[in-house]
């Protein structure tokens, strides 16, 4: 469930994005459909998120996480792969209502819905801001 439809757009494009430039599909002899569909040309510009300011608004907190030698961060109860790529990365994790979204520096790697509403323990001591 996200908490607008600004929120639930801007997940649907990323998603939609990764899908048609990034992920190869099987189907394509392992190509990604822009490959394959519009042969060499030149990739197009990917939309870059800007990261929140460092202060949480109300309703959204920062919290730390290290991505495990998998590529896995947990944050409460749910387990989000962000990239065996990132293993051993520092992670940001801006929580809001609805949704996680794993920060590594200043680049969004992963937004995903967030299953469990209860509090999320901090691992960071009170008053200190994310990493940059």
Not at 2 to 23: H, I, K, M, P
Request: proline share 6%; aromatic share 6%; charged share 25%.
């Amino acid at each position: 469930m996200f908490a607008s439809l600004a929120l639930a757009q801007g997940a649907l494009d990323e998603w939609v994005d990764y899908y048609n430039t990034d992920r190869p599909h099987q189907s394509l002899a392992d190509a990604t459909p822009a490959d394959r569909f519009h042969g060499q040309r030149a990739p197009r510009p990917r939309a870059v998120a800007a990261r929140p300011e460092r202060e949480a608004a109300a309703g959204q907190e920062w919290v730390a996480r290290k991505v495990t030698a998998n590529g896995v961060a947990c944050v409460g109860a749910q387990q989000v792969s962000v990239g065996k790529n990132f293993a051993g990365s520092h992670c940001d994790v801006l929580v809001t209502g609805g949704l996680l979204q794993f920060w590594i520096g200043d680049q969004l790697v992963k937004t995903v819905t967030r299953t469990d509403p209860r509090p999320i323990r901090k691992k960071r001591a009170a008053g200190t801001s994310p990493r940059r």
